[in-house]
């Protein structure tokens, strides 16, 4: 094992670009480098797999049939997601980008109508919004790469949006207290993506539960590994009914795991058209078990995460973000902050990557693999970020698959350290 040791100390006081040629030099081999890909995705579970077989065996592979009496896997998803979350009913649909569109589209809104969104997310949550013909109105972040509450009540008054569509971008939840205060009194519905944080709570509740809506991903690289899926949770009858409808039930409503009653499905079932959103059968059965097991897998997570940031600590350039007391997280990764100049800082990307360790940064010029940020979206009214641009100009973020040992995480720290270090 490269463990730091005489030479990780000696290395450290070397320049960035000794690090990048470390690898032709025999004099360096001996640095820590973690011999493992931070890109792997754990293999599924063995029961996720048998699930997913009996399913391909069976040829049922839609999540409607006129065969199902027992319920299919995607209605046994939504009825386990419904309880998870303590929700009257979830809808599971295609993928998380499909949820969120489906939420604000079974709310009434369309073209012309503004959506608030914080400017710290994804692609696909700008784009549900766009996907629904209506304008994004993006909100600063702070330095803890929460949501900006001044930046947020300056867009309720001043843009007068009808939701806003708030992300936990990277498991970074915001004062929910005051953004549900500040929801009610504007009038304004709040819907949360919460594609990084299936499991996180805020005063013990989870989020996807502040506002009319909370949607979630089953992407590869999420808590839960369907490929692609996402699910929409929430208590409202007619935002159930509606998003059921449009993910394109085929009149077979009643097969869902938490369908609404008759009379409210039909109040809808005319005027909704069918975008064919659906999850399939194999995508369920691969979540479904997965579901089983997400506390322990969130609290290793949990260890891999608090061991990594507790190895940067003391970092001169390096700041991590500070979590809300009331937050309990589900880290899938870590992000910190450099703050040096843009070429300084690749460099010591750099010098990582040779040793295993490959850090995205949003920083960027160009983006590169998850890592776009507002200005990189032409299809956004986008302007300057007093704060958040600040922030992401320096943001790096680590991915953390979750069957690291506790050594993986600190050959990462000492490879982290060695290049940040002076
Ligand atoms: C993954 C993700 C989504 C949804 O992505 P899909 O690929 O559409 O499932 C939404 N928001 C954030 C912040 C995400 O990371």
């Given at each position: 094992m490269q463990r730091t040791g005489p030479r990780f100390l000696n290395l450290a006081c070397l320049p960035a670009q000794v690090f990048m040629k470390a690898e032709a030099h025999p004099a360096f081999m001996h640095g820590p480098r973690l011999r493992r890909a931070l890109t792997s995705v754990p293999p599924l579970p063995k029961d996720a797999l048998e699930a997913a077989a009996s399913v391909l065996a069976s040829g049922h592979l839609f999540r409607y049939g006129e065969h199902a009496a027992e319920g299919t896997w995607v209605a046994r998803l939504e009825r386990a997601f419904a309880e998870h979350l303590g929700a009257r009913f979830a809808v599971a649909v295609n993928s998380g980008g499909s949820a969120i569109h489906l939420a604000m589209r079974s709310l009434g809104l369309g073209q012309g109508d503004v959506v608030a969104m914080n400017a710290f997310t994804l692609a696909p949550v700008p784009g549900a919004v766009e996907h629904l013909g209506a304008t994004v109105a993006l909100v600063d972040i702070d330095e803890d790469l929460r949501c900006d509450l001044d930046d947020l009540k300056r867009c309720f008054v001043e843009q007068r949006p009808k939701a806003f569509l708030l992300s936990h971008m990277r498991g970074h939840v915001a004062d929910m207290d005051a953004i549900v205060a500040m929801c009610t009194a504007h009038d304004v519905a709040l819907i949360e993506d919460c594609a990084h944080t299936l499991g996180a709570t805020y005063d013990g509740k989870p989020t996807g539960r502040f506002g009319i809506a909370g949607c979630f991903s089953l992407q590869t690289?999420?808590?839960?590994?369907?490929g692609e899926g996402g699910i929409l949770v929430t208590d409202d009858e007619d935002l159930a009914a509606r998003a059921i409808l449009a993910s394109g039930a085929y009149m077979l409503h009643a097969q869902h795991g938490t369908p609404p009653s008759e009379d409210v499905v039909q109040r809808w079932a005319a005027s909704t058209p069918n975008l064919s959103m659906r999850l399939n059968e194999v995508a369920a059965a691969v979540a479904l078990p997965q579901l089983a097991t997400l506390e322990e897998r969130n609290a290793r997570w949990r260890t891999i995460h608090d061991r990594f940031a507790a190895g940067l600590a003391n970092l001169p350039d390096l700041r991590l973000p500070v979590t809300l007391p009331k937050v309990l997280p589900a880290p899938t990764s870590l992000q910190f902050v450099a703050d040096l100049p843009a070429e300084v800082l690749q460099e010591k990307l750099d010098a990582c990557a040779e040793r295993g360790v490959p850090i995205k940064w949003f920083g960027r010029p160009t983006p590169l693999g998850f890592t776009s940020v507002h200005r990189h979206w032409g299809y956004v009214p986008t302007r300057p970020l007093p704060k958040g641009d600040a922030v992401l100009a320096g943001l790096c973020d680590v991915r953390l698959p979750g069957d690291l040992s506790d050594e993986d995480v600190d050959t990462i720290v000492a490879v982290v350290r060695l290049a940040f270090g002076h």
């Open positions: 690289w999420k808590q839960i590994n369907a």
